[in-house]
């Protein structure tokens, strides 16, 4: 448990302490907000789906999460450059626990992230119509941040060096956001692309958060719920694994 | 005998490439050992695999009795380590860069804060113990890792060059550090230098690798008898040989690239 807490700590106390990388990546989700938001608002009215802020917010604020765990996870790489990943190598402890408590601290980290840009919805004109159940839209955020994380330490065990950091944020953190039903909703895609959403497990998150925000959940947030913890098990079980093949 | 490391006919190879062949050698508990050779000899191969980073193609290791192949918790128990290149955490401060390392390997909260500030005084870093890291030289994070390598009282502590880009005088207090410790409580030392007359001064007994393979092994005065020269650097260059090593070097390591995630 030592073990754990002590990888934990350690990613919030970074966290805490890169207030640039904090402030940072609060421009995207902004962005969004604003020109997405506001921009699209009209249209997304005069079509019948109601308020696009009100749409819009739980999927930024997915994205925001989003980010910041494959981030996190991915800082496997760096710790691999500067040298400090061996110390953890070395030390009295199995490699899935390091991971483990890698994992946590990096979606602990990817929520706080989350909850400031779900305080930013508000300027925003986001609204909340019913606290109650605002706890399980936290469930679902720390089940957003886990996949990630663990989805991001898994690739960053086999990746040498940050010449993939590229590839993996075209190829899988945008297409992953894009298509995953946070910036429009579901109802009658063509076919190809509801496939593709089907099969990201960032759907079924943005999906129980709007759900439990106000709005209208598509798969139920039963189905929403046991998707992102069964693909959680599923990408910690092979971040652990490919963590513990790795060789200095 | 009392032999703390004993490796026996140790292999490593990768694809056609023989890094470590035949190596054979026993470190004897409390004394300090210079394992010596030139760039791309196998040294750094041999300390991963004596530290359970890498497994070896063939052989025996036996570790404070037990074998890294098989008992990894318990070897990694039994040693500290310094690393060739900077192994800190940079944006932590010197203390709990410490205090993680405790924490991982168990030593408990009342004795980690103790042995702490023991080691932090003893490699003069205490008063800056909340600074972070990244504001620290070179030298000063070569001391604090020495410190954070003794910090759960191991067996045995590794060191892979560890004085390389010091100046005179940081190079001087590090090896009274290891001296002192190793006299005070016991620790064995197993460490790699290009600094013979570094070797020449603090090891009870040095072996040469070179090609993989170790050539001799004894005192430094043995070695000096047994090439006939004055000191320990003509020694060793009587048994390696002038050439450069620079090229075979830089082949291995890219060849270590492409294979394995460096």
């Known amino acids: 448990m030592i073990a754990i807490y002590t990888l934990w700590i350690r990613e919030i106390k970074k966290y805490y302490r890169s207030k640039s990388r904090i402030i940072g990546s609060l421009g995207q989700p902004i962005l969004f907000l604003v020109a997405l938001g506001f921009g699209l608002s009209p249209v997304f009215q005069k079509a019948g789906q109601g308020n696009y802020i009100q749409f819009l917010a739980p999927g930024v604020i997915s994205m925001s999460i989003l980010f910041m765990a494959v981030f996190s996870g991915i800082s496997v790489i760096w710790d691999r450059q500067f040298g400090f990943l061996k110390e953890t190598l070395v030390a009295p402890v199995p490699r899935w626990k390091i991971m483990l408590g890698r994992t946590l601290g990096g979606a602990t980290v990817a929520v706080m992230q989350g909850i400031i840009v779900f305080l930013i919805s508000f300027f925003a004109g986001f609204r909340i119509y019913n606290f109650a159940l605002l706890f399980i839209t936290f469930i679902f955020m720390c089940l957003i941040a886990l996949i990630f994380t663990a989805l991001g330490t898994g690739i960053a065990s086999v990746l040498e060096d940050m010449h993939g950091f590229q590839l993996i944020m075209n190829f899988l953190v945008m297409p992953t956001f894009f298509l995953s039903g946070a910036l429009f909703p579901l109802e009658n895609l063509p076919k190809v692309l509801n496939i593709i959403v089907k099969f990201n497990p960032l759907t079924y998150g943005v999906d129980g958060m709007r759900g439990t925000l106000g709005g209208v959940s598509q798969f139920g947030l039963m189905t929403d719920f046991w998707v992102l913890a069964i693909v959680f098990i599923i990408f910690i079980s092979i971040g652990s694994y490919l963590f513990s093949k790795i060789q200095i | ?262």
């Open chain 2, 1 to 262: 005998m009392n032999n703390i490391i004993k490796v026996k006919n140790l292999f490593k190879k990768y694809g056609d490439f023989i890094a470590v062949e035949d190596v054979n050698f026993d470190v004897e508990k409390g004394k300090i050992f210079a394992f010596l050779g030139p760039n791309g000899a196998g040294k750094t191969t041999t300390i991963k695999m004596l530290t359970t980073l890498l497994s070896p193609t063939f052989g025996e290791i036996v570790i404070n009795g037990f074998d890294p192949t098989k008992e990894q918790e318990k070897v990694r128990e039994s040693f500290g380590i310094v690393f060739q290149d900077q192994s800190l955490d940079e944006d932590l401060t010197a203390y709990e860069n410490l205090d993680m390392h405790g924490m991982l390997y168990k030593v408990k909260s009342k004795d980690r804060k103790k042995r702490i500030e023991q080691l932090l005084n003893f490699v003069e870093l205490w008063d800056r113990k909340d600074e972070l890291v990244k504001y620290f030289s070179g030298g000063m994070k070569r001391r604090l890792e020495i410190a954070r390598g003794f910090l759960h009282n191991p067996k045995v502590l590794f060191l892979d060059e560890p004085t390389i880009g010091l100046d005179p005088q940081t190079r001087n207090h590090i090896w009274n550090y290891l001296k002192k410790m190793n006299k005070e409580e016991g620790t064995t030392v197993f460490l790699t230098t290009h600094y013979m007359e570094e070797a020449d001064k603090v090891s009870d007994k040095i072996a040469i690798i070179d090609h993989g393979k170790i050539i001799t092994q004894g005192t430094s005065e043995e070695l000096k008898n047994q090439t006939k020269t004055n000191s320990l650097e003509e020694a060793f260059l009587e048994l390696t040989g002038k050439e450069i090593r620079e090229e075979k070097a830089k082949n291995f390591a890219m060849f270590k690239n492409k294979k394995f995630h460096r």
